[in-house]
């Protein structure tokens, strides 16, 4: 059996590892729009944790596989379309991930100094289609709207001293403009309390313990939550516990003038960007205090009519990813923002699977993205045992799609090709010290391997 992965993120790897793994004759193709696999482990997990970014060697045995191939360069639903990769493989499986933000949906969100987190957290990740933002970091208050992981990388990374984030992968480019930043306070804001925030415990330790910043935790946020949580989750409960602990604690060393400091905020709803005088930069933000109805995750936030207006100069919404439909062929629910899907096989289309975040919602760490993807590979693997998927017809896979592309001028970039890339990227970074000097323009990636 043939079998086609479109996308080369933590979705599309694993589930090429698993029907390799578990079908001794399959071959898989993975096509990546992009010159440089791995998705979001290479350009989302951020750069002061390398420990996260280990799985790209798993990644890579399943490359070298000799029934595995990685096309990269190739935007499937423009160079080559979702049908003609049907014609020419038994199994397709879409896994291109989230490549959009949700957006606030009011009033100054357009407005200079305002960024989606993911465009920000491209930006340093050296993500070709964000090399350029070059956000205006001259202003001493940042305001990140939401609670989540991404959140708090961002928080930290603002905040965090230079001397940790050299010795990162971060991009010459993002470095040189934190260096100057005037930045020197972060406020997390959410719509709903202490009891629903989405990051884990390792993150906010990790943010609370950072060098040269104090954490600003207010105590009267946290009265009665003790007891709310002793019945909590195990995981739910030591977060709490952790953010009440920092709240109260009035050390002094927590009081000794940290050059810079980082606070949450809670029941608090975005209304408006708020413009400087002359309608063109972001100076604030209002927002509507919330109350909470309901209980647990499950919490609904209600404005209760009252306002509060707070200054920042820079604004980081960081209130999700969004997929996007690949084309019209494909099913979508853009109400979800997911493919309709059962266990991975997308509805109404035989043949056709999808796994990840454009299956199931942009939700997650890698670890739940690997489980997922299990559970499309098995899907696939178990309509290639029952016959649902006829492979008595041979199909051509890349033989058939090669001759498209050429057609199309379009160059894939091969495996082979990539470590040419990544041995230039770890020479560039050693140089400075660094892990690697991450290639931003995908111009001079072609360029180096002759393309």
Known sequence: PRVCVVGSGPAGFYTAQHILKHHGGAQVDIYEKLPVPFGLVRFGVAPDHPEVKN????????????????YGNVTVGRDVMVAELRQAYHAVVLSYGAEDNRVLGIPGENLSGVYSARAFVGWYNGLPEN???????????ALILGHGNVALDIARILLAPLHLLRKTDITDSSLAALACSKVKRVWLVGRRGPLQVAFTIKELREMINL????????????TGLESAVKDAPRPRKRLTELMIKT????????QAAAPREWGLKFQRSPQE???????????????ALTRLEGLGDSAKAIPTGDVEELECGLVLSSIGYRSLPLEPAVPFDSQRGVIPN?????????????????????????ITTMNDSFDTAQSVLE??????????????????????????????????????IDAAEVARGKAAGKPREKIVDPQEMLQLIGH
């Open 55 to 70: 799985v790209i060697n798993a990644f890579t045995q399943t490359a070298r596989s000799e029934r595995c191939a990685y």
């Open 131 to 141: 090399r350029d933002l070059k956000p205006d970091l001259s202003c001493e208050t």
């Open 211 to 222: 060098p040269g910043a104090r954490p600003v935790l207010n105590p009267a946020d946290f």
């Open 247 to 254: 709240a109260l604690e009035k050390t002094a060393e927590m």
């Open 273 to 287: 960007v708020l413009p400087t005088a002359d309608g063109r930069r972001a100076r604030g933000v209002r927002m």
């Open 342 to 366: 059962s266990s991975g096989r997308v509805e109404g289309v035989p043949g056709l699977y999808c796994s990840g975040w454009v299956k199931r919602g942009p939700t997650g760490v890698i």
């Open 383 to 420: 309509d290639l045992q029952v016959g649902t998927l006829d492979v008595s017809t041979s199909r051509e896979g890349f033989g058939a799609v090669e001759s498209i592309l050429r057609s199309r001028g379009v160059r894939p970039v091969s495996f082979s090709d990539w470590e040419k």
